[in-house]
Structures are given as C-alpha cells and as structure tokens.
C-alpha cells in the first residue's frame, strides 16, 4: 500500500487580530466616580423605596378590588341574579394583575435597595421593565373606567423609576484604581 501525501497544503486562515488596548488593562471590578457612586447610591435607593410604595400601592388596590367583587358578587346573587362569566374573568384578571404587580414592585425594590453600592445594570433594568409595564397597565385602567379616575401617583412614581434607572444606567464606569 502506498500512502500519498495530501497534496499541497494551504496557508491556514488567519486568526483575527488580538484586540488592541488603548491604555493599560483594567486591573479590577469597574467603579464609578466618588460623585457618581454617590448618586448612584442614593438614586438606587430612591427607586427600591418607591417600588416598595408602589408594591403596597398595588397591594391594596387589589385587595380593595377583591372584595369589591366579591361584594357585588354576593349581592347579586342575593337578589337572584346572575353574574356572566367574562366579567367574572375580567374581574379576577384585574385583581391577579395588580397581585403580580405588587410582587414584582416587592422583588425590584428589595434588589435596588440591597444593589445600592453595585454596578450591577440587572436591577435597574427589572425596574425600568416592571415599570413600562405597569405604565401601560395604568394607562389602560385610566381609559377603560368610566368615571376617568387618573392613577396620577402611580404614574408619577412609574415615570420617576424609569427616569432614575436609566439615568443611573447611563453613568460611566472605568478600572478601580490600584492600591500600588
């Protein structure tokens, strides 16, 4: 048997490039500035205390409207009536939104507030979903009541979280300085 060589052989493809550093290599976790890891501190805080609010806020609203139908619902079957289904679905889907709400308003605020001398972007970012979420849901509920009860303070504070949260999102971090 003869063994044959493979012919020729091509140049392998070239590697990219190794990236290139501008300056020296970062030594250690990003910070921020003195002024900034400040702000950003305090903002946090700001923003797990009013998702805290938020979280009773949203609490009680569901709770009141849990026993709102719940009255209404013993009423009319007391006077021999009848209570459709879709508003019984659109009635528990309200109450369930503002439970999930409530919770995630909970869970968002403790994490701001227990991130507050961090970098971490996740909490901020939870924040700023549950937030948009919870804008769209007021406005929805603004639109949908026939009375056109505002949620001003609800929105308020909605607003205020995005707000704080991209801002803090926004501040530049650089290499911790070495103890050298």
């Known amino acids: 048997m003869s063994q044959e060589s493979p012919g020729p052989q091509r140049p392998a493809a070239a590697w990219p490039a190794a990236p290139s550093w501008t300056g020296p290599a970062p030594t250690g976790p990003a910070v921020l500035s003195p002024r900034d890891a400040a702000r950003s501190s305090r903002w946090r805080i700001i923003v797990g205390c009013s998702a805290l609010f938020l979280a009773l806020f949203s609490g009680f609203y569901g709770y009141l409207n849990w026993t709102s139908v719940a009255r209404a619902t013993s009423a009319i079957q ?9 508003a019984m679905a659109a009635a528990v889907a309200i109450v369930a939104a503002f439970c999930v709400l409530a919770v995630g308003y909970a869970g968002v605020g403790v994490w701001n507030i227990v991130a507050r001398n961090s970098t971490a972007k996740a909490p901020l970012i939870a924040a700023i979903v549950l937030a948009a979420v919870a804008l769209v849901l007021v406005v929805l509920y603004t639109v949908s009541r026939p009375t056109g009860v505002t949620q001003i303070g609800g929105f308020a504070l909605n607003v205020l979280i995005i707000v704080r949260s991209a801002v803090i999102l926004r501040m530049k971090t650089g290499p911790a300085a070495s103890a050298g």
């Not at 007391?78 to 879709?86: L, M, R, T």
């Open 78 to 86: 007391a006077a021999g009536g009848f209570v459709p289904e879709s």
